[in-house]
């Protein structure tokens, strides 16, 4: 596996928007990032967010914040309300109640691919590749979210087109070098192992360009050692400037890799705090141990 993370394809995201690093002209007065107490700026705000399907209430008043730089760990039993909520962050549920803020900017309502060019990306529970594509052609996919080549420059391959084309070939190579897939470059989505398909999601997600990273159950399927190469992995796309939203039930995995953890139940948050705090806490052993609250 790659130990460098690739120069341009996954740059780092903690800067500030372009608007909030430009000078302020004579009279006026430069944008300021809200800043928390603790200094750490958020990038995605849940506030109070409740999603119906018809009498079912799949998340119930969910609240929490994710700051730039960070790795939060969401989890829960299953039909906790995890991958709802991911779906309702991405643009695939509308919440019923609430609102969503990334990176400053309401969110709510907007299209998938509106999101997408936003900065956040994300990996599902099962695998989506396109089966009959390279690996390399899956992960170009990804990069021409932010192309801006027009059908009459792609009809007449126009030099915009053609230097596009390459860009986003180069990409895409050091983007499997960068998750350890490099040698598979040319072979079809359905040939590759189930690990590797993992891996080659995640570099289609990050050729997005993503601020944020949002993971279902990457390690759903690995065996220990595929595992503790995913945590690694993880760690390194951190290091490259990519903020972390993590779906995981390997508590260990979990543990290991996160900052903070947030935990749901029946669609409510229940818990939220540091790994070693959520690890002690009553609810959350009652939550995964079946057993009441007041015998936890």
């Given amino acids: 596996m790659g130990e460098t993370a690739p120069k341009s394809s996954v740059p780092a995201q903690g800067a500030a928007p372009a608007a909030e690093q430009t000078s302020p002209t004579a009279g006026q007065t430069a944008p300021v990032a809200e800043q928390t107490p603790s200094g750490r700026e958020p990038l995605l705000e849940v506030d109070n967010v409740t999603l119906r399907f018809g009498g079912v209430v799949a998340l119930d008043g969910v609240d929490f914040t994710l700051y730039k730089g960070e790795i939060l760990g969401l989890i829960g039993p299953n039909g906790a309300g995890k991958t709802t909520c991911f779906n309702a962050m991405t643009g695939i549920y509308q919440p019923t109640e609430g609102e969503i803020r990334f990176q400053g900017q309401r969110i709510t309502g907007k299209k998938r691919h509106q999101i997408t060019k936003l900065g956040m990306a994300r990996t599902f529970q099962n695998i989506r590749l396109f089966p009959e594509m390279t690996a ?4 170009q996919v990804g990069a021409d979210a932010h192309h801006k080549t027009s ?13 596009e084309e390459r860009e986003g070939r180069e990409k895409a190579e050091r983007l499997l070098e960068f998750v350890g897939i490099r040698d598979r470059i040319h ?8 690990g590797e398909q993992r ?11 993503p601020a ?8 759903a399927g ?18 490259t400037g990519v903020t972390i939203l993590l779906i995981e039930h390997d508590m260990r995995l979990v543990m290991g890799v996160t900052d903070r953890i947030v935990v749901l139940e029946f669609g409510k948050k229940i818990a939220e705090g540091l790994p070693a705090e959520v690890r002690e ?3 959350v052993i009652a ?7 007041d015998a936890a």
């Avoid at 072979?187 to 192992?193: D, G, K, T, V």
């Avoid at 891996?199 to 360009?209: F, G, M, N, P, Y």
């Fill in 212 to 219: 944020l990273l949002c993971l279902d159950e990457p390690a």
């Fill in 287 to 293: 939550a995964y141990l079946g057993v009441p609250d």
């Fill in 151 to 163: 059908v009459i420059s792609a009809l007449f391959r126009l030099p915009r087109h053609w230097r």
């Fill in 187 to 194: 072979e079809y989505a359905r040939n590759l192992s189930y």
């Fill in 222 to 239: 690995f065996n220990p050692a595929e595992k503790e190469d995913l945590l690694q992995l993880i760690r390194r796309i951190r290091d």
């Fill in 281 to 283: 806490d009553h609810r």
């Fill in 136 to 139: 390399l052609e899956n992960v």
């Fill in 199 to 209: 891996r080659l999601e995640i570099a289609r997600a990050l050729a997005t360009d």
